[in-house]
């Protein structure tokens, strides 16, 4: 399982960016994906998760609202719209694989699969 997140980059607050993840080396389709999010000194934290078909989703409620997530099957990507930055959404964004479905999407736990993050910084 191979997972590689892009697209981050120095963003003023109130901007948006979309990060891409572009997944390799299993079966795409079959796997459910999710975002997460670790600041400095903090703990990683689950930003947004979409299911394997694509017709569920789980939004950390933090971001409800602002950020969402989206897939596209064909070309094994996932992909995390992000409005309305704030500073406090500065982060490494990690894209991740599962093949389990918690209820409502919302992971408690992290994902076993993961690829390199990319760095998000919003500030002016």
């Known amino acids: 399982v191979q997972l590689q997140a892009s697209g981050g980059g120095l963003v003023q607050p109130g901007g948006s960016l979309r990060l891409s993840c572009a997944a390799s080396?299993?079966?795409?389709?079959?796997?459910?994906l999710g975002w997460f999010r670790q600041a400095p000194g903090k703990e990683r934290e689950f930003v947004a998760s979409?299911?394997?078909?694509?017709?569920?989703?789980g939004v950390a409620d933090s971001v409800k609202g602002r950020f969402t997530i989206s897939r596209d099957n064909t070309k094994k990507q996932v992909f995390l719209q992000m409005n309305s930055l704030k500073p406090e959404d500065t982060a490494v964004y990690y894209c991740?694989?599962?093949?389990?479905?918690?209820?409502?999407?919302?992971?408690?736990?992290?994902?076993?699969?993961w690829g390199k993050g990319t760095q998000v910084t919003v500030s002016s």
């Open positions: 979409i299911k394997s078909g694509g017709l569920s989703r």
């Open positions: 080396g299993f079966h795409f389709s079959n796997y459910h």
């Open positions: 991740a694989a599962d093949h389990t479905w918690v209820a409502g999407g919302i992971y408690s736990r992290t994902m076993p699969y």
